[in-house]
């Protein structure tokens, strides 16, 4: 049965990072213990191992910070197939790996959407919306780009692969952003997105933001994406991310967001990205990822004993 099968896709991505180590982000998703967590829950898990792109070719571009343009280029076109297949055979969870891996996955899923004559909405749990164009980022770090791309933003064209389903704004949900650059910051007010930074949660709570969400891809029938990156957390709880940024979500927050959304039904693919090992301390960072993912998938606090470390 498709939905008890899980499918784990290792993609050790770090060419959209300015730093090194989120290559080893697979890896220690596995030592963690993921594999187990997933099959605890009842579920058949498939780890197909990590996937590598196909030969990137240099791609030249006007904006001359951009870094690994065609790397992360032959990343996107090779990921958006893998969740298009994958998503057809169980729930794919995309083990980064660097924020770019998602301009891929979104794309992949966006197309399984409209197959079965859906829209794929996407929550969007981070600092950052990751909402830069190629000419509009000023660190060159493709992580920064995935948003923009998935959603059709200009400029992408003859750089990244060609996207025929690109996302709706209006079926993005962003929650916990403090951390929006100028360019990403008009974007975000012009282009339709549904945003909650900080600020919102701490005002409304993080419920009443996902359940208002989540009844909308309810009411529309669509098919949930989440993609949920380190850095959405508070660095006190996940220190192991190359972007860290002060006053992020706090352990139950997370957990809760993560309940709410398995007790919705609606979740059919998932990215955990930007974990980066070599800054994490004993894996903490990854243990709670795996954690988190487990409360995705539908472990209960009353089912099992609380793991201790
Ligand atoms: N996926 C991430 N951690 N993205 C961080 C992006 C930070 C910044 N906005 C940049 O473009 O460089
Ligand atoms: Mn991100
Ligand atoms: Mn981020």
Redesign the pocket.
């Known amino acids: 049965m498709i939905d008890k099968r899980c499918i784990l896709i290792g993609v050790p991505v770090q060419e ?3 730093r090194l180590g989120c290559d080893m982000g697979p890896s220690a998703f596995r030592a963690a213990g993921i594999v187990p967590a997933l099959a605890d829950l009842g579920f058949e898990v498939v780890d197909r191992g990590n996937v590598l792109p196909g030969a990137s070719s240099v791609i030249t571009h006007p904006n001359p910070v951009l870094k690994h343009l065609g790397a992360v280029a032959a990343w996107t076109e090779m990921l958006a197939d893998t969740a298009y297949q994958v998503s057809g055979e169980g729930l794919p969870i995309f083990l980064g790996g ?3 891996l998602s301009a891929g996955t979104m794309t992949g899923m966006s197309r399984r959407a409209s197959r079965e004559g859906r829209d794929l909405f996407v929550l969007w749990l ?5 909402l ?1 164009t190629l000419d509009s ?5 493709l ?4 948003m923009a791309y998935a959603t059709g933003q200009p400029g992408f064209a003859g750089f990244f692969p060609p996207l025929p389903h690109p996302v709706r704004p209006e079926n993005v949900c962003m929650i916990g952003l403090r ?3 100028p360019a ?1 910051g008009m974007r975000l007010r012009e282009g339709g997105f549904e945003v909650h930074d900080m600020r919102a949660i701490d005002e409304n709570g993080i419920v009443s933001l996902i359940a208002g969400f989540l009844r909308r891809v309810t009411a529309a029938n669509g098919m949930l994406h989440v993609s949920l ?1 380190v ?1 959405f957390l508070d660095p006190g709880i996940a220190p192991g ?3 860290t940024v002060p006053g992020g979500a706090t352990f139950r927050e997370a957990h809760l967001a993560m309940e709410m959304l398995h007790d919705s039904g609606l979740v059919r693919s998932l990215d955990l ?2 974990l980066n090992p070599f800054l994490d301390e004993r894996g903490r960072t990854a243990i709670l990822m795996v954690d988190l993912a487990a409360s995705l998938m539908g472990r209960r606090v009353l089912d099992r004993p609380t793991r201790s470390f």
């Open positions: 959209g990072t300015g660097d924020h770019s981070d600092s950052h919306p990751d830069h980022t000023t660190s060159g770090n992580h920064g780009v995935p951390s929006v650059d990403e990156d850095d991310v190359g972007t990205v930007e």
